[in-house]
């Protein structure tokens, strides 16, 4: 069963034409990859995901929904949580102010997130839990904005660069949390960090000026030495 599929998507900035007809699929229990260089169109496809960015064409499916047109927070409270790769974190709340403002946007999921369990799997956020945003580093902050987004209770989670500006120590760090996340959470990730999305990912979409260009799985994406120097630079 898949949780999204996108068909032929096309998306605008203004008159900028930025997606070219993207399709992708993301199957429930997937860690699902969308990797490409800055400036590709991971960001946009998520943002056409989430409705920030309307699609002019094609369509986005949500569990067989079309969600194409819905406002963001509908579109969150049926179960899809945006990540984004500039944080957001509420600089003058503390850590578990950011937490439970979140806590009752998408309450119905059974077992679904609390505070508790989310300082289960971010013990480095329990102990700063009286800290506030503003006061956080960089890799904190990236913290923070993943667990608050889990507190809506997603059914996918789209994950917005993750890794971007962090040291590798934070990096490694992040990537454990994802680990636990997919055990009960579906993700599309959007990176550009190709050796931290191999390590991850079930399937993955390579993206180039707004176009899906390859796809395939990890093994495969890892084996086309051809299209990693091409499109990825690596």
Sequence with gaps: MNELELREVNSYYGKSHILFGVSLDVAQGQVVGLIGRNGAGKSTTLKSIIGIVQPRGGSVS????????MPSHRIAKMGVGFVPEDRRVFSDLSVLDNLEIMQNVNPQREG???????FDLFPKLAQLRHNRGMDLSGGEQQ???????LM??????LLDE???????????EIKRLIQEVRKST???LAEQNLRFVLDLI???YV?????????????????????????LGV
Excluded: H, S
């Design 62 to 69: 949500f569990r067989g929904k079309d969600i194409c047109g």
């Design 112 to 118: 679904g997130w609390t505070v508790e369990k989310i």
């Design 143 to 149: 913290m923070v904005t993943i667990a608050r987004t």
């Design 152 to 157: 809506i209770n997603p059914a996918v989670l």
């Design 162 to 172: 993750p890794t971007e500006g962090l040291a590798p120590l934070i990096v490694r």
């Design 186 to 188: 579906t993700i599309l």
């Design 202 to 204: 079930d399937y993955g």
């Design 207 to 231: 993206i180039d000026q707004g176009r899906v260009v390859l796809q395939g799985t990890a093994e495969e994406l890892d084996a086309d030495e051809q299209a990693k120097e091409k499109y």
